[in-house]
């Protein structure tokens, strides 16, 4: 199978760079293994940050920009998020165009909504309405809308095939990728010229997590087995508001909305953390005070263990018309109807701020032996795969979706000239196809070992236990030497069943060895990074350190250490924005 | 102690499909019949189901529970088991790949040919089409379909018609794009559906709202769909 364009991927930067490049004519297949609709993006709730003005006329996207910057703790590249706060506009009037089903305010215009770390005037004008939303279901709304784009445009879905590896030419160049199909377990080669991981994040890596099920890292094992770095992979996002015992995500929007959260003696906790900004904090704030709340007895519940986010006094009519969706998932999952009680939530795993670093073209970058950044011929990755990098040490609500739509589109519109101008690299050899089936006829042809979701458990249990919300050095320590152990055990995962039709147990083999790849960097690099900044939180180095880890953080596969790679601080527009210190 | 009772087919190994019974204990807690499902595949490795998002809102997990089409992920035990036992069988109408999985192709077909995206062919303008609250309203209900399938397949007009009446969920969609004051298309939409079985193949019999795991009601967009083909027909 050849394409010029394949992606691999089916969720909303995936579907954004296809439709780039299938508008443009080009032969273009998006591999999934999910039907495309069922991707994660389709969870997202709360919405799209970015400047259209439409809440506030005034509004800037130079404004939106500072916020990111802030937020991202000053490890965000500038110019990445320059370029996704100025182009973002453009990029949802576009899915607008295409149908997207956006909520409306009096004047016809786009809704949106307050989210956490947003501001007016660079910080000085008080809280932002900068999130444009879908009710609670603007990922929905939008998988949906660029769903509906590829099927008008003809893009090849190859629906339900799994990619297992990546493919080099004896030029190093990426050329394609081994992929199952998951319905026959036929294994194809799908040649590209041009190769785009859009694969997603790897919540399941930790045991609580809002994540889908399908999140797993398969971009990063990939990545990291074909011999190129992640970067910054120890800044995971825990979302302030899971729901307690089932990890289901609800929105910060509810927050935005008005609603806010209490600790057992009914306080409104978020006043002392965060005077001005309260309950829209930045989550990595939001989600260490509810922690720090918790450890310090006033959690509720009869374990304590949790805090409650309060909405009832929003009233029904709001609550059904903003946040509908809310309240359908929390009468399922917490048994407890927000119209008349609050809902117990916990920080739970939510998003990879790291991954593979790209340019803004969405160029997957390697570091040389000099240390300086390399493009990988034939290979680009964009959303949360990526780590572009706009988000930095700590996300803000609403900017992953806007991450999705420009970064999907920026990959597709680079490759679309790359392509016009003329790509060629060298075929692929057999032994070339060969190396990268090694790993899969190692599952194929297991006769012993331990079942994999046995060995994902205990994964995800390290996981959560050694390397949460607050780290610890020799916590983290001995994390490492667990993972260590368990590392051979992953690389032996027994296939008991062998047969061929709809093989899920083959692909829940190979997906973990995904997560424990992502959850390996994750380890190293957090034990690391000995500062605190955004999401990543050391008791044993509490302060953040600007002298030293005022950079990315650069694993590469195979070794102990992280290495550093210099924050993009230029904008082209304005002078950049130097660090503060980080207050709400 | 609860029986689960699962459909098995595994058409490398099974001349025709059976049931098999796992003993389950549930601990007394109220799972979702996808938590069983996930349990059971760690003792039954070739145990086959589809599942993503856990929460309702990506529509793999469509079976039939118990006698009802529903999302495995946000249906409980409670209201599921019946006399200490829970029958999972594949969303009823389809071929069966394997075990729960289907082979949704026609279902998928019948989404694509009423062209489930926004048509209108006049020069966007800079920013974003303006649409009045009013007018947004008139998609609710309609743009949450998650195309999970389990109206269609507990329609008994699609088991009948499969390739040529659009079922529940594809018309849901086609007067989604009918309602969107953005879409211009709605001559040739209607002409699309002006057939004897696209549409009214529909006999009102309600499955689909029965059903539907969102709330919505297929049944309700269809009579609108109806009323505008009579008045574009006149």
């Known amino acids: ?584 | 102690m609860l029986t689960v009772s699962v459909y098995r087919y595994n058409p490398e190994a099974d001349e025709a499909p059976y049931m098999q019974d796992f003993p389950f204990d549930s601990e007394g807690k109220d799972l979702m019949v996808l938590d069983v499902l996930e349990k059971l595949k760690v003792i039954d490795p070739s145990l086959v189901f589809r599942r993503s998002c856990r929460e309702g809102v990506c529509g793999s997990d469509g079976v039939n529970i118990s006698g009802k089409n529903g999302l495995a992920c946000i249906t409980p035990l409670s209201e599921a088991v019946r006399d200490d036992k829970l029958v999972i069988r594949p969303l009823p109408g389809l071929p069966v790949v394997r075990d729960l999985v289907i082979d949704m192709s026609q279902f998928y077909a019948q989404y694509e040919k009423i062209k489930p995206y926004m048509m209108n062919e006049s020069a966007p303008p800079e920013k974003e089409r303006l649409q009045s609250q009013e007018d947004r309203a008139k998609l609710d209900g309609l743009y949450e379909c998650i195309l999970c399938a389990c109206c269609s397949t507990a329609c008994p007009s699609f088991w009948w018609n499969p390739d040529k009446f659009i079922g529940p969920s594809g018309l849901l969609q086609a007067y989604r794009f009918l309602a969107d004051t953005r879409d211009t298309a709605t001559e040739e939409r209607l002409t699309d559906l002006q057939d004897p079985f696209s549409v009214f193949r529909c006999h009102g019999i309600m499955n689909c709202v029965q059903v539907c795991p969102k709330g919505l009601n297929p049944t309700k967009a269809i009579g609108h769909i109806r009323t505008m083909l009579v008045k574009n027909a006149l």
Request: hydrophobic content about 35%; glycine content about 12%.
């Open chain 1, 1 to 584: 199978m050849e394409f010029d364009a394949v992606i691999v991927g089916g969720g909303g930067s995936g579907m954004r760079a296809a439709l780039q490049l299938a508008q443009s004519g080009y032969n273009t297949a998006v591999i999934t293994k999910v039907f495309p609709t069922r991707s994660h993006t389709v969870s997202a709730q709360g919405g799209i940050t970015c400047a259209i003005a439409s809440e506030d006329p005034d509004d800037q996207w130079q404004w939106h920009m500072y916020d990111t910057v802030k937020g991202s703790d000053y490890i965000g590249d500038q110019e990445a998020i320059e370029y996704m706060c100025q182009t973002g506009p453009q990029a949802v009037f576009e899915v607008e165009h295409m149908g997207l089903p956006f909520s409306r305010n009096d004047s016809g215009r786009i809704y949106q909504r307050p989210f956490g770390g947003q501001s007016k005037d660079f910080g000085k004008g008080g809280q932002a309405a900068r999130t444009c939303a879908a009710a609670d279901r603007t990922g929905h709304a939008l998988l949906h809308t660029l769903y509906q784009g590829n099927l008008r445009n003809k893009t090849v879905f190859l629906t339900e095939w799994f990619a297992v590896d990546i493919v080099k030419n004896a030029d190093s160049s990426v050329v394609g990728v081994i992929a199952i199909n998951i319905e026959s377990g036929e294994t194809v080669f799908v040649s590209s010229k041009a190769t785009v991981f859009a694969t997603g994040g790897a919540g399941r890596i930790y045991a609580s997590t809002t994540n889908a099920h399908i999140c797993t890292g398969d971009g990063i094992g990939m990545s990291l087995r074909a011999g190129y770095p992640v970067q910054d992979i120890e800044m995971w996002q825990f979302h302030p508001t899971g729901i307690h015992g089932a990890g289901t995500l609800v929105t910060e929007g509810c927050r935005g909305e008005g609603g806010y959260l209490v600790n057992k003696d009914g306080e409104r906790f978020m006043e002392r953390y965060a005077p001005n900004a309260k309950d829209l904090a930045g989550r990595d704030v939001v989600a260490r005070s509810m922690v720090l709340e918790i450890l310090e007895g006033r959690g509720c519940g009869k374990e304590k263990d949790h805090v409650y986010l309060k909405l009832d006094h929003l009233g029904e009519e709001t609550l059904n018309a903003k946040l509908p969706g809310i309240l359908e998932l929390s009468r399922t999952f917490a048994h407890a109807d927000p119209v008349k009680e609050p809902i117990p939530v916990v920080p739970t795993c939510h998003y990879m701020m790291g991954g593979i670093p790209t340019n803004v073209d969405g160029q997957a970058l390697t570091i040389d032996s000099q240390g300086n950044d390399e493009v990988i011929d034939g290979f680009y990755a964009c959303g949360e795969a990526a780590c572009v990098s706009v988000h930095g040490a700590n996300r803000l609500g609403g900017n992953s979706l806007l991450d999705l739509i420009v970064f999907g589109r920026a990959s597709g519109l680079f490759i679309e000239n790359q392509l016009k101008e003329g790509i060629s690299h060298s075929d692929a050899g057999s032994d070339d196809i060969d190396f990268a089936m090694e790993r899969l006829n190692k599952i194929n042809n297991s006769k012993s070992g331990e079942k994999a979701p046995v060995l994902r458990a205990e994964l995800q249990t390290i996981m959560q236990n050694y390397f949460g919300v607050f780290r610890r050095g020799d916590y983290m320590k001995k994390g490492v030497e667990k993972l260590d152990e368990l590392r051979g055990r992953v690389e032996n995962v027994y296939l008991e069943d062998k047969s061929n039709a709809f093989n899920t147990a083959r692909i829940e083999a190979l997906e973990l060895q995904n997560l424990f790849e992502t959850a390996y960097a994750t380890a190293i690099a957090a034990e690391g990074r000995t500062e605190s900044r955004g999401a990543h939180a050391r008791e044993d180095f509490q302060e953040r350190d600007d002298e030293n880890w005022l950079c990315h953080s650069i694993y590469m596969p195979g070794q102990r250490e992280i290495g550093k790679r210099p924050v993009n601080m230029t904008l082209k527009t304005m002078e950049p924005f130097e660090p503060k210190v980080r207050t709400y």
